[in-house]
């Protein structure tokens, strides 16, 4: 399956860059207060009837694959959250990051849809409304040229199944993966064992820094009645000056989640030169 890299993270970069340019502006100035919405819980997987004979073939074919339904997911770690919606069938994807301005307290939703090579955009504010129409910036899904980006690799596109990259993480599992039964598996890491690991990780661990600990970074995984991923925890160690921290990936509503299609008609529009000015401040 196709490994993505280091995608969540170059979204959360261009929504953090975002609110940095509009909290410079006068325009937000008395904007009110709203928090952030919680990212959607997983749901709680149904225990396996009995332990697996190969726990690091389980949960490596538990990896969600472009033969999967639709699905809903979450991520957090140091930098911040994301959601969305995973419709492999479609080549589908849709991605949105909550960032909160503590000082002028307003949050604004950057939201992605992304279908195979194409990209659509839409923005919100929580707090501060009137900055849409202040931005001259649309409620609709606005399509994106990739070529009036500064940085089109800014730009998400559709990469494939896993957005978690927890293929390319388990794919570093060692050889002392336990299954706790119940669908659960614990076992540790190494983020130092090839590129496409340290890419994964780019931007949410210092895996330098972490020095040796890095190669035996503590895990667990749970595994649902139905044999997919529903969770994946990394525990990120404190080393020096680095805080303790966690790696969370959610996969859940298998089956149940939307499917992923085109913004048509009122719903979607070509993106105005504010939604650019955004994205390559």
Not at 148 to 175: C, H, Q, R
Not at 191 to 215: I, N, S
Request: aromatic share 6%; hydrophobic share 40%.
């Amino acid at each position: 399956m196709t490994q993505q890299t280091g995608r969540a993270g170059r979204v959360r970069r261009v929504a953090a860059a975002a609110v940095s340019l509009v909290a410079a502006t006068s325009l937000v100035a008395g904007c009110g207060n709203d928090d952030a919405q919680d990212a959607p819980a997983a749901s709680s997987p149904v225990p396996s009837a009995s332990p697996s004979a190969n726990p690091k073939s389980t949960l490596l074919a538990a990896v969600p694959d472009e033969e999967d339904p639709a699905f809903r997911f979450s991520g957090s770690d140091p930098t911040g959250v994301v959601t969305g919606v995973v419709d492999p069938a479609g080549k589908g994807m849709d991605l949105t990051v909550t960032e909160k301005d503590k000082e002028l307290d307003f949050t604004m939703k950057l939201s992605f849809r992304l279908i195979e090579q194409r990209s659509w955009m839409k923005v919100s504010f929580d707090g501060a409304e009137e900055l849409s129409s202040m931005l001259k910036l649309p409620k609709k899904w606005m399509e994106l040229d990739h070529a009036k980006l500064t940085d089109p690799a800014s730009v998400p596109y559709y990469e494939g199944a896993d957005p978690g990259n927890t293929g390319a993480i388990l794919g570093a599992m060692g050889d002392t993966v336990t299954d706790q039964g119940g669908g659960t598996y614990t076992g540790t890491v190494d983020l130092t064992h090839g590129e496409h690991v340290r890419q994964a990780m780019a931007d949410a661990v210092d895996v330098d820094a972490l020095g040796a600990a890095a190669k035996t970074i503590p895990f667990t995984a749970v595994v649902g009645a139905d044999g997919n991923l529903t969770s994946l925890t990394l525990e990120i160690p404190a080393v020096g000056k680095l805080k303790a921290t966690k790696y969370v990936v959610k996969y859940f509503d298998f089956g149940k989640a939307p499917k992923v299609t085109v913004p048509t008609g009122s719903q979607a529009q070509k993106a105005p030169a504010s939604a650019y000015e955004l994205l390559n401040s």
